[in-house]
C-alpha cells in the first residue's frame, strides 16, 4: 500500500520554486475553521463506514480504534468538504493551510498502520500525509522521513494546486518540509481524518490501548497573499 502510494506521489511530484505564504499570525492568518474536539463534532462533518463503539471523545481530543482495514475499507473516516477554500476555474484560489495533531496512544504493532490526513476525490484518496508504522518503525508520508515519537503535528500549505507537506513530532514547535509538489484537485475534493490497519480482531474490545489514534484538533487558515 505504501509503495502504491509512493509511485502517486511520483505522478504529482514537479520540480517548483518554493512557495512563498505568510506563515504568522501577525502579517494577516486567519482561522477559517477549527474543532478543537470538545465533546462533540463542530457541524460539517460526515462518518464514512462510521462505527460508532469504536469511537470516543476523551479530554478535549477524539479517538479512533484503527480497525484492521486498508484505505479503501477505512471505518470512521471523518471527512468534510473543501468549501473553505475559495475556488475559481477549478483551482483554489489564495492559500491556505490545513492542520491537525495526532498520535497513536501507544506504538503501532501492525504493518502500514497508519493515521493522518487524507485528500479525497470522488471518495479515492489522491494525496495523504500520515504517521505510519513500517517494519516495527515509525515513519512520516510521503518522504519516509523516520520519526521517533508515535506521531505529532501535520499540515498542508495549498496554493494553487501547488501542496507542500510538513510535520513536527510531539513537543516539537519546527516543523519539517517532506514534500512538496502538485495536487490535481477540484471544488468537490474532500478532506479527512483517518486511521485503519490496526490487528484488533474483536473491534469492540476497548481494551486494546495501542490500537487507538488521537486526534486533537483539526485547523484551517487562510494565509496572507
Known sequence: MLRSFSLLCLVFSVCLPSLSVCATAARGQEVLFEDRFEGALMPGWEWLRGNAPCRRFVNNSLEILTEPFSSSEARNALVRPLNFFRWQNGTAVGSYRIETECYFLE???????????????????????????????????????????????????????????????????????????????????????????????????????????????????????
Open 107 to 225: 506504538k503501532p504493532t501492525a504493518r502500514n498502520q497508519q493515521c493522518g490526513v487524507y485528500w479525497m476525490q470522488n471518495d479515492r484518496v489522491i494525496f495523504k500525509l500520515v504517521f505510519a508504522n513500517v517494519d516495527g518503525e515509525m515513519y512520516v508520508y510521503p518522504g519516509k522521513v523516520p520519526i521517533e515519537t508515535p506521531g505529532g503535528r501535520l499540515r498542508m500549505t495549498v496554493v494553487g494546486r501547488n501542496v507542500v507537506a510538513e510535520f513536527a513530532r510531539l513537543n516539537e514547535t519546527s516543523f519539517h518540509r517532506v514534500y512538496e509538489g502538485r495536487i490535481n484537485s477540484s471544488p468537490n475534493d474532500r478532506i479527512s481524518l483517518q486511521c485503519w490497519g490496526g490487528k484488533v480482531e474483536d473491534s469492540s474490545n476497548e481494551t486494546k490501548k495501542g490500537q487507538w489514534a488521537r486526534f486533537r484538533y483539526f485547523r484551517v487558515e487562510k494565509l496572507c497573499e
